[in-house]
Antibody, heavy 120, light 107 residues
Framework: QVQLVQSGAEVKKPGASVKVSCKAS????????INWVRQATGQGIECLGW????????GYAQKFQGRVIMTGDTSITTAYMELGSLTSEDTAVYYC?????????????WGQGTLVTVSS | DIQMTQSPATLSASVGDRVTITCRAS??????LAWYQQKPGRAPKLLIY???SLQSGVPSRFSGSGSGTEFTLTISSLQPDDFATYYC?????????FGQGTRLEIK
């Protein structure tokens, strides 16, 4: 069965970077996009971007351009999202999601979420 | 970025009701629209993709329609498990965006 298992909660200081991992299993890792989104407590959902594990191509939301990097390691079927220059406004639960498939990039399968807390 | 506007923000309904949630895009997104259900403390769950395709395992009381800039999610007969927050998401452009959410609560 398809599973996405994310790394554990992180506490970071302002100005630092965080790297969240998303271990995929149960499907061919290179055949589906990985999307990254986040959600602050009690707020809506915000897209950070997406990654194609086959090509390494990425697409980042304009708001995060220059501050986010999405990568993948096909040898261990793991996707990564690194966000830099953290501020308190980056405190949120971060999710990875695998796409539906083909040319459909909606998030069909989701990780359990990783809480990132930014605090001095 | 393409802006997604959902309405209503909150919807009060009873078990058995038929409800409709609307999502409007700031520019045409063809049918590259998804609907998700989210419950507190849980990841979103995909209900509908490509505007009207039902995700595997999702009950048939959920349906989606629309194209271009106007989309709807309909629940034909509300069940107790359906009370949650619903989000639309466009994935037509290079940068995907979500609507602000519709909270479906028990009347």
């Amino acid at each position: 069965q398809v599973q996405l298992v994310q790394s554990g909660a992180e506490v970071k200081k302002p100005g630092a970077s965080v790297k969240v991992s998303c271990k995929a299993s149960g499907y061919t890792f290179t055949s589906y996009h990985i999307n990254w989104v986040r959600q602050a407590t009690g707020q809506g959902i915000e897209c950070l971007g997406w990654m194609n594990p086959n090509s390494g191509d990425t697409g980042y939301a304009q708001k995060f351009q220059g501050r986010v990097i999405m990568t993948g390691d096909t040898s261990i079927t793991t996707a990564y999202m690194e966000l830099g220059s953290l501020t308190s406004e980056d405190t949120a639960v971060y999710y990875c999601a695998r796409s539906v498939g083909g040319y459909d990039y909606a998030g069909a399968y989701w990780g359990q979420g990783t809480l990132v807390t930014v605090s001095s | 970025d393409i802006q997604m506007t959902q309405s209503p923000a909150t919807l009060s309904a009873s078990v058995g009701d038929r409800v409709t949630i609307t999502c409007r895009a700031s520019q045409s997104i063809s049918t590259w629209l998804a609907w998700y259900q989210q419950k507190p403390g849980r990841a979103p769950k995909l209900l509908i993709y490509k505007a009207s395709s039902l995700q595997s395992g999702v009950p048939s009381r959920f349906s989606g329609s629309g194209s271009g800039t106007e989309f709807t999610l309909t629940i034909s007969s509300l069940q107790p498990d359906d009370f949650a927050t619903y989000y639309c998401q466009q994935y037509n452009s290079f940068s995907y965006t979500f609507g602000q959410g519709t909270r479906l609560e028990i009347k």
